[in-house]
């Protein structure tokens, strides 16, 4: 069965770091594209970034430069290593398992990120 | 960026009626659209891919249909388990969602 489960949220002050993760299980991530995607509070979804299983990375403007995906084959597990903080990060951060870089059909249950002083 | 518009933003249904949601993008996307649902505190559930497919376990009452630009997802008879909010996604050229429409008991 295919689960994927997120962790590492919290409060952070803006500039401040957080490094999220999503642990697999029922499938190898390094076989698979493994996807962020954002809600802000009563919003809507928000693509952030996905890692394909070649390796190659891709992110939404608003956070290149500042977040960081990437993976541990031996773990299972993919991270978001954001840095440089904003408020407007604010969001529920799901992790989810793309099909061929293209649909998400299983996610996490998401981990809540709040940056605000 | 592709802009994907949904409409409209709330949709008021009554129990076994049915309910018909629209997705517009800005540029074609080909068949290359997903439907979503989301419920309160959960996280979105995927309905339909390649526009008009149902993903595995998802009851026939959903359908999708459309491409390029203009696309559809109706529930034919609306259960208490359907009010929820409803994204559309392009997986054409990287990955753009909808705003969502909330389908709410009239």
């Known amino acids: 069965e295919v689960q994927l489960v997120e962790s590492g949220g919290g409060l952070v002050q803006p500039g401040g770091s957080l490094r999220l993760s999503c642990a697999a299980s029922?499938?190898?991530?390094?076989?698979?594209?493994v996807t962020w995607v954002r809600q802000a509070p009563g919003k809507g979804l928000q693509w952030v970034s996905v890692i394909y299983r070649d390796g190659n990375t891709y992110y939404t403007d608003s956070v290149k430069g500042r977040f960081t995906i990437s993976r541990d084959d031996s773990r299972n597990t993919v991270y978001l290593q954001m840095n440089s903080l904003r408020p407007e990060d604010t969001a529920m951060y799901y992790c989810?398992?793309?099909?061929?870089?293209?649909?998400?059909?299983?996610w996490g249950q998401g981990t809540l990120v709040t940056v605000s002083s | 960026e592709i802009v994907m518009t949904q409409s409209p933003a709330t949709l008021s249904v009554s129990p076994g009626e049915r309910a018909t949601l629209s997705c517009r993008a800005s540029l074609s996307v080909s068949s290359n659209l997903a439907w979503y649902q989301q419920k309160p505190g959960q996280a979105p559930r995927l309905l339909i891919y390649g526009a008009s497919t149902r993903a595995t376990g998802i009851p026939p009452r959903f359908s999708g249909s459309g491409s390029g630009t203009e696309f559809t997802l109706t529930v034919s008879s609306l259960q208490s388990e359907d009010f929820a909010v409803y994204f559309c996604?392009?997986?054409?050229?990287?990955?753009?969602f909808g705003q969502g429409t909330k389908v709410e008991i009239k």
């Open positions: 996604q392009q997986y054409n050229d990287g990955w753009t």
């Open positions: 029922g499938f190898t991530v390094s076989d698979s594209y």
């Open positions: 989810a398992l793309q099909r061929g870089g293209s649909y998400s059909d299983y």
